[in-house]
């Protein structure tokens, strides 16, 4: 770059008579000055020669013609066509007769166009730059945007735009994001006057550090606002906040601001004065850190409280793994909980849980000690000591004496644990594994354990294939014939490809289709088939795979074989220690060896069908549950039948629903005494309101219905009781909750 910048001083001419006076001091400046900040990354310098050459595009005939006269080119001579691309780039001809780099000649022929490259990339402070409000004689902004660019001949279409509006009423700016497949760039545009016109245009103008929505902030001056630091999570989030009406619905704005979170120095933070504001960072592992920067600079600006959300919150087109963040086992926690914008049905729930799941500003350094984003020092603990607070048994809602606990499949197949099932062959793995996704597709019972909702499931068929697996589910599905609208919309099949979900270009690709198809489980039925590598010797693949897919908010499965003696899975031990759920199976040839069997077994083991009994040997959704098992027999052409134990606490039958034959007592629904907009309630605490719209609960019995945890039941009962939308009626015992 030296030589050939030396080259083009040493060869230039020492005046240059035939260019104009202005293409001369423009000439000057480039020469004097350092390359824009912007240009320090060579995708946006050449974003903006794309701009600057679609820009040339739109001359007319004479506009083009004085241009060329301008930089010192014989028109004549150019031999601009319309069929020739490179006779027709205006750079290219600016780059030989200025005798200049094709950057500089960039910089030459954008600014004697109007163009700017700062003012493609950044926003300014308020301030000179700061456009009037428009005359009320004027109804419309034109917009100069081109629809699509072509940055080093890769098409990018203008994909989403956002706005900003005056206090008359007027577009001040736009918010433009160019894609091209999976990439993609955002570029502002400011307004400007142009031919006597008021219009929006790209590279023309400073535009100044607005927040978005800045003038509803100011029509409702208590409105909370969630401040989203990453553009693609601003802009999707925003769309699907208009469409949905979130605003008019629940009262909560979504804002952000260009340039996302490096715009915070430039930024105008004075119009969240008043505002309670949640700022929600982005997912990388210095976004996060920094959020706190923001919550003070928030505060600082007049914001009434400032919270931080720091589950990720992610848009369809950003990466769903963030290098920049250690593995360890905090990610499982962090990742567990992330937002996908493309699965969310109802955006006003989703804004409401922003604002309800958000950290206090002064805890938030303490929750990033608790993931492993920070760590304190030792001063910092020393002098935290003072803080520490102390409870009374009396402050803490605990679980009522008496009560128990019920594991469902929603507590124990979720993205923050991985579930292992092994055992011999012929042991029913594959029966155990389809009954179970069919149970979670649908809704319904299996084993015992209760499916609270239908979940969308993905099976990796490695074992049965396609047509074994139809006739498997029909089978299954006999117990709940109702289930089968929902099993067919919910669950998907990938039968027997010769897959290998350890291979790079496969993993990816299953990653995707899994994203695509908005799954919520994967089931991978078996390693020796999927994943042969890990089922024999180093599962650290596997799990690399697998820590992806439960960061996509997916949790998975696996079903794998025992070694020759049965008594351990084949592999590595790793299997078994990176697993939170480790379920094994013994089918008919283990159980009718045994010595101690009891008669009804005994007899089972002589029926056809598979017998399975499953062990739990591993769990941490509820740690009390290791070591129980329960017996189950598959008649032929019939659903499962309960033969002895169970993996379920006292009180919960180990019968599935579709397979009991007792009646049981229903109260009457108690009906509400007062309306309640249900798009107010978050998904759990709609949960929690239906169960209780049916019934009188205690608590006990309200986590057995929702399947929710007792710590996060009990915020969600102080929340709704504080609002007044339950009553909490007698104590210790005869604590029971009804809706008001």
Known sequence: MLNEQSNYQRNMPLSIPDISPDVKRILARVDDLSLPPAFMANFYTDVFRSLVEWECSMLDAGERQQVLMDLGIDVASSRVSKT???????????????????????????????LKP?????????????????????SSVAKKIPKQLFVKDSPYTLADEDYIHDFAGAIEQAVCCYRHGSKEFFLVAGRTDFEGRPVLRIGATPASAWLYSRTRMADDREAPVLLCLDMRVAMHFRKMAREAKVFERVGVIVSGCFGGAEAFDALHYKDLAGHPVVIVPGSTREKLKGAEEWAKRCAKEGAARVSIYPWPVIAPSMPVLDASCPHGPWQKELWGRAVYLDRVELPSKLAQDVCHQSIATADYRGWMASVGLVSVPTEEVRESKGTIPFLRLGDIQGEEPGGTHVLTLDILITSRYTTLIWGCSNAGKSWVAIQLALAMAGGFNAFGLPAMAPRRVCYLDGEVGKEDFKARCDQLLQDNPDAQVLVNQNLS??????????????????IELLRQAKADVLVIDNLLSLAPSAAKSNADG???????????????????????????FKGSSDLASLSQNVIRLDGREQLASLEDKSPQLEKICQADGPVVRMTVAKCKAAPQLERKSCTYHLPVGSGWRHIEGSLADVGQSPMSEGLSSEPRAVEPPVVPTRDVDMDSLSPDEE???????????????LETRTGLKADKLGGILRNLSDREIIIREGRGKSTYYRCA
């Open 118 to 138: 700062e003012y493609c990339f950044r926003t300014f402070p308020v301030g000179a730059n700061a456009r009037p409000p428009l005359s009320p004689r004027i």
């Open 493 to 510: 099949i990938v039968p027997q490809s010769g897959l290998n979900i350890l291979d790079g270009g496969c993993s990816r690709e299953v």
């Open 542 to 568: 596997l799990f690399n795979f697998v820590r992806q897919v439960e960061q996509a908010g997916i949790a998975v499965i696996i079903v794998h074989h025992s070694g020759k003696d049965g008594t351990s």
């Open 687 to 701: 949960k929690v309101f239906s169960a209780l719209k049916e019934k009188k609960r205690s608590r006990s019995e």
């Open 84 to 114: 020739d691309k490179r006779e027709e780039s205006l750079i290219s001809l600016a780059s030989s007769s200025l005798n200049r780099s094709p950057l500089q000649a960039t910089l030459v022929v954008g600014e004697l166009l109007g």
